[in-house]
């Protein structure tokens, strides 16, 4: 359950329209509303022009322009990779990371890639994360508190005065679909004036939960879907993710099958290459012989040190790239290695950690994958 709020954020959709149907306020002035925030993110209530008498004081006594702040920005030696600090209104702390990319770079068919600048905002949906994945930092915090969905939302409010984001990845701190209402009003609202995200620009992680996957594609058609799986066995899976025994990968790949069938688009599959763990050549067999029938796009993702929270250690560029050639030419599955962003930051998969600029913890870890969108 999130923690109570005094007053709420404005961008708390559910929230202002139920207030605004009260006293019959037009909710065409919701967008209105957010737009005048954004753009005057230090206004008051009372500096909004034209808006019905009655909407004044319940716009005083209900809600916030920002229930959050921005605590600090700490910038990647790589130039790219913006890591912020954000504060909550029950004093919690939550991380989004903003990722830069250059689509010109490199060539498609040869011919000069196009497009341009863009960048990716990771978001987190709860601080903390049930699902105690062992090889994420997250896992040794445990569950603290959902995010409402104007705090999810409030993260692009934040990032957009940083930069201007193209992409949403929920791949931060939590299980998104363990805050499935908020999840799904958060997505509601990007994709609406004055934001105007493309759902085809909004991607949603999840280690697997089944019952949320098969509801996910009714309620935001058009997303993508990224399905944290880091093993092709349900031992292995439950070893690292101990939460997967509540999600039989048997019942998982009924349940993208169906999700694949209605949706018709590619899924993307997140598998963290953990040495002597997962990353043998008859995982990548295993791996292949089980999307075989899917049409996905696989991404291997080298492990991130995390201090002394971890068992695990990296898998060797060979391990990985030996595994990457047996899913691309053996089992014709496309198949990406992720590419490390802001690991000087903590920046980076599973490695990202709530600080303070001094480096002293708040209130624990975080974790981030941050997917390429392409």
Same mark, same amino acid.
């Given at each position: 359950?999130?923690?109570?709020?005094?007053?709420?954020?404005?961008?708390?959709?559910?929230?202002?329209?139920?207030?605004?149907?009260?006293?019959?306020?037009?909710?065409?002035?919701?967008?209105?509303?957010?737009?005048?925030?954004?753009?005057?993110?230090?206004?008051?209530?009372?500096?909004?022009?034209?808006?019905?008498?009655?909407?004044?004081?319940?716009?005083?006594?209900?809600?916030?322009?920002?229930?959050?702040?921005?605590?600090?920005?700490?910038?990647?030696?790589?130039?790219?990779?913006?890591?912020?600090?954000?504060?909550?209104?029950?004093?919690?702390?939550?991380?989004?990371?903003? #990722?830069?990319?250059?689509?010109?770079?490199?060539?498609?068919?040869?011919?000069?890639?196009?497009?341009?600048?863009?960048?990716?905002?990771?978001?987190?949906?709860?601080?903390?994360?049930?699902?105690?994945?062992?090889?994420?930092?997250?896992?040794?915090?445990?569950?603290?508190?959902?995010?409402?969905?104007?705090?999810?939302?409030?993260?692009?409010?934040?990032?957009?005065?940083?930069?201007?984001?193209?992409?949403?990845?929920?791949?931060?701190?939590?299980?998104?679909?363990?805050?499935?209402?908020?999840?799904?009003?958060?997505?509601?609202?990007?994709?609406?004036?004055?934001?105007?995200?493309?759902?085809?620009?909004?991607?949603?992680?999840?280690?697997?939960?089944?019952?949320?996957?098969?509801?996910?594609?009714?309620?935001?058609?058009?997303?993508?879907?990224?399905?944290?799986?880091?093993?092709?066995?349900?031992?292995?899976?439950?070893?690292?993710?101990?939460?997967?025994?509540?999600?039989p990968l048997e019942k998982l790949m009924d349940a993208l099958q169906v999700y694949q069938?209605?949706?018709?688009?590619?899924?993307?599959?997140?598998?963290? #290459?953990?040495?002597?763990?997962?990353?043998?050549?008859?995982?990548?067999?295993?791996?292949?012989?089980?999307?075989?029938?899917?049409?996905?796009?696989?991404?291997?993702?080298?492990?991130?040190?995390?201090?002394?929270?971890?068992?695990?250690?990296?898998?060797?560029?060979?391990?990985?790239?030996?595994?990457?050639?047996?899913?691309?030419?053996?089992?014709?599955?496309?198949?990406?290695?992720?590419?490390?962003?802001?690991?000087?930051?903590?920046?980076?998969?599973?490695?990202?950690?709530?600080?303070?600029?001094?480096?002293?913890?708040?209130?624990?870890?975080?974790?981030?994958?941050?997917?390429?969108?392409?």
């Amino acid at each position: 359950m999130a923690a109570k709020r005094s007053s709420g954020s404005i961008f708390d959709a559910p929230d202002l329209r139920r207030e605004f149907e009260k006293v019959d306020i037009s909710l065409n002035f919701i967008p209105f509303i957010w737009k005048y925030v954004i753009k005057n993110p230090n206004c008051k209530w009372d500096d909004i022009p034209n808006l019905p008498s009655a909407a004044y004081p319940l716009l005083h006594s209900k809600f916030r322009t920002l229930s959050s702040s921005l605590h600090s920005v700490v910038e990647s030696n790589d130039g790219v990779t913006t890591k912020l600090l954000i504060r909550l209104q029950n004093g919690a702390f939550v991380e989004a990371v903003i #990722m830069r990319y250059d689509t010109r770079l490199g060539k498609y068919g040869g011919k000069p890639r196009p497009g341009g600048l863009r960048s990716t905002l990771c978001v987190s949906s709860q601080v903390g994360c049930k699902m105690g994945c062992k090889f994420c930092a997250t896992g040794s915090m445990g569950f603290k508190n959902n995010l409402s969905s104007g705090e999810i939302v409030e993260q692009l409010v934040h990032a957009s005065y940083l930069s201007q984001i193209r992409n949403v990845v929920f791949m931060g701190m939590g299980e998104p679909l363990n805050n499935y209402a908020a999840l799904v009003e958060a997505i509601h609202v990007m994709l609406g004036p004055p934001f105007q995200l493309s759902p085809k620009k909004i991607t949603v992680s999840t280690v697997g939960v089944i019952h949320a996957i098969n509801k996910l594609q009714k309620d935001v058609p058009g997303l993508n879907l990224a399905v944290s799986l880091h093993a092709p066995v349900q031992d292995i899976r439950c070893h690292i993710m101990p939460a997967a025994r509540a999600f039989p990968l048997e019942k998982l790949m009924d349940a993208l099958q169906v999700y694949q069938k209605n949706s018709q688009q590619k899924i993307f599959i997140e598998y963290i #290459m953990l040495d002597g763990v997962n990353d043998e050549e008859q995982h990548a067999h295993q791996l292949g012989k089980l999307l075989e029938n899917f049409e996905v796009v696989v991404n291997l993702i080298p492990f991130n040190p995390i201090g002394n929270l971890s068992e695990f250690r990296s898998s060797s560029e060979e391990k990985v790239s030996r595994f990457q050639i047996i899913l691309r030419g053996v089992h014709n599955i496309r198949t990406t290695v992720r590419k490390q962003m802001g690991q000087d930051i903590s920046g980076a998969c599973g490695q990202l950690v709530v600080n303070l600029p001094d480096n002293s913890s708040i209130n624990g870890l975080t974790d981030i994958e941050d997917l390429h969108l392409r």
